[in-house]
């Protein structure tokens, strides 16, 4: 299990390409995360969701994982 925050603009400024953090969680076994909102969780999928996943970040700034691995339960 994993919590990250991820923040696009922070990682463009570090040199990553944002996406690049998603599909890094992907290669180390990573393949469900849940973004967590203020009182909710939305259940999401690595890589199909991606893109989501980085327009909502962008869109809020940033937000928090809750990652877990394939074969355990998420949210």
Same mark, same amino acid.
């Given at each position: 299990k994993?919590?990250?925050?991820?923040?696009p603009?922070?990682?463009r400024?570090a040199?990553? !390409? %944002?996406?690049?953090?998603?599909i890094? #969680?992907?290669?180390?076994?990573?393949?469900?995360?849940?973004?967590? @909102?203020?009182?909710?969780?939305?259940?999401?999928? !690595? %890589?199909e969701d991606?893109?989501?996943? #980085?327009?909502?970040?962008?869109?809020?700034?940033?937000?928090?994982l @809750?990652?877990?691995?394939?074969?355990?339960?998420?949210?």
């Amino acid at each position: 299990k994993l919590i990250i925050e991820f923040n696009p603009a922070y990682l463009r400024c570090a040199g990553v !390409i %944002p996406e690049e953090l998603l599909i890094l #969680l992907r290669e180390i076994g990573f393949y469900k995360v849940c973004i967590l @909102f203020w009182k909710t969780l939305e259940y999401r999928r !690595i %890589p199909e969701d991606n893109r989501y996943i #980085l327009d909502i970040a962008e869109k809020v700034s940033y937000v928090n994982l @809750f990652c877990e691995r394939e074969g355990h339960r998420v949210c």
